[in-house]
């Protein structure tokens, strides 16, 4: 019923930027929010930044200010820009949603992101 695909992971440099972009392939389903997740070695997945379908916003600590979480809901793709990247933003990356009306998840398969120091 959803399908996403990541892309805009990459390899950066400390206090560089990268833009990661998923686009969700949807079909007798409504999206509801849409949020960023990561994952580095040895540690749990942990949310990055979601919105809601109004627009409602929320961030990790560790990257308020830094990151910024946008939707495009005409083509239901969402966007995570990250600005002044540090070495401990490396993780994989990955896209959630969560449909109408129950709350259902699915998940991207991932982008790399690194953080050279």
């Known amino acids: 019923q959803v399908q996403l695909v990541e892309s805009g992971g990459g390899l950066v440099q400390a206090g560089g930027s990268l833009r990661l972009s998923c686009a969700a392939s949807?079909?007798?389903?409504?999206?509801?929010?849409m949020g960023w997740y990561r994952q580095a070695p040895g540690k749990q997945r942990k949310l990055v930044a979601r919105?809601?379908?109004?627009?409602?916003?929320n961030y990790d600590d560790s990257v308020r200010g830094r990151f910024n979480i946008s939707r495009d809901n005409a083509k239901d793709t969402v966007y995570l820009q990250m600005n002044s990247l540090k070495p401990e933003d490396t993780a994989v990356y990955y896209c959630?949603?969560?449909?109408?009306?129950?709350?259902?998840?699915?998940w991207g398969k991932g982008t790399l992101v690194t953080v050279s120091s």
């Open positions: 949807v079909s007798s389903v409504d999206i509801n929010a």
């Open positions: 959630n949603v969560a449909t109408w009306p129950y709350g259902t998840n699915y």
């Open positions: 919105i809601t379908s109004g627009g409602s916003t």
